[in-house]
Nanobody, 124 residues
Framework: QVQLVESGGGLVQAGGSLRLSCAAS????????MGWFRQAPGKEREFVAV????????HATDSGKGRFTVPRDNAKNTVYLQMNSLKPEDTAVYYC?????????????????WGQGTQVTVSS
């Protein structure tokens, strides 16, 4: 059974930065891409970013490009979401997720395991 535990959320002023962490259990972490999603109140869960198993390929949503990066440390079974220049519209619960298959995806339907989420609030 795979468990994902996010941490690092909190309250930050607009323009500030946060780094979210997602620690995964199990020995197969390095074989899978990992994704980040978020859900704001009253909105559907949306894709934020994804990183390949090796870390060689990353992709972020248009709103995150230039502001969000997705490093991973396979030795620590951990993936991160580094968020800079935060905006009030980034306020949401952020989730990390592992896909059903090895490769990443922009669709939440392709992910099998999810963390419990961590709240990010950006004040104006």
């Amino acid at each position: 059974q795979v468990q994902l535990v996010e941490s690092g959320g909190g309250l930050v002023q607009a323009g500030g930065s946060l780094r979210l962490s997602c620690a995964a259990s199990g020995s197969s972490f390095s074989m899978y891409a990992m994704g980040w999603f978020r859900q704001a109140p009253g909105k559907e869960r949306e894709f934020v970013a994804v990183i390949s198993w090796s870390g060689g390929t990353t992709h972020a949503t248009d709103s995150g490009k230039g502001r969000f990066t997705v490093p991973r440390d396979n030795a620590k079974n951990t993936v991160y979401l580094q968020m800079n220049s935060l905006k009030p519209e980034d306020t949401a619960v952020y989730y990390c997720a592992r896909p059903t298959y090895y490769s990443g995806s922009l669709s939440s339907r392709d992910y099998e395991y999810w963390g419990q989420g961590t709240q990010v609030t950006v004040s104006s």
